[in-house]
């Protein structure tokens, strides 16, 4: 089994920052990309970044020149570093993990969320 937990949900004014934090453990065999989705109220969950295993990164385009997407492998951790919020940052905020373990094939392990929350 793969857990995925992620911290550092909030709230923040306008043009403030937030670090979010994702940690997977449990019986990992391999991890492939890790990476955060967001969800706001009414709408689907929505790719926000994604980071491969060998530090390429992606990022929708909303978000680009503000997120930063970084991982450290050898802790299977991955951290999204918010800059600039706006209120449509708003959402809450789900960490993902592909991993391959003692139980299963490749597959997606998701966290619980982390609500974000930018407002004045």
């Known amino acids: 089994q793969v857990q995925v937990v992620e911290s550092g949900g909030g709230l923040v004014q306008p043009g403030g920052s937030l670090r979010l934090s994702c940690a997977a453990s449990?019986?990992?065999?391999?991890?492939?990309?890790m990476g955060w989705y967001r969800q706001a109220p009414g709408e689907q969950r929505d790719l926000v970044a994604t980071?491969?295993?060998?530090?390429?990164?992606n990022y929708v385009d909303s978000v680009k020149g503000r997120f930063t997407i970084s991982r450290d492998n050898a802790k299977n951790t991955v951290a999204l570093q918010m800059d600039s919020l706006k209120p449509e940052d708003t959402a809450v905020y789900y960490c993902?993990?592909?991993?391959?373990?003692?139980?299963?094939?490749?597959?997606?392990?998701w966290g619980q969320g982390t609500q974000v929350t930018v407002s004045s």
């Open positions: 980071i491969t295993i060998g530090g390429r990164t």
């Open positions: 993902y993990a592909d991993a391959v373990s003692w139980t299963s094939s490749s597959r997606r392990y």
């Open positions: 449990g019986s990992i065999l391999s991890m492939s990309a």
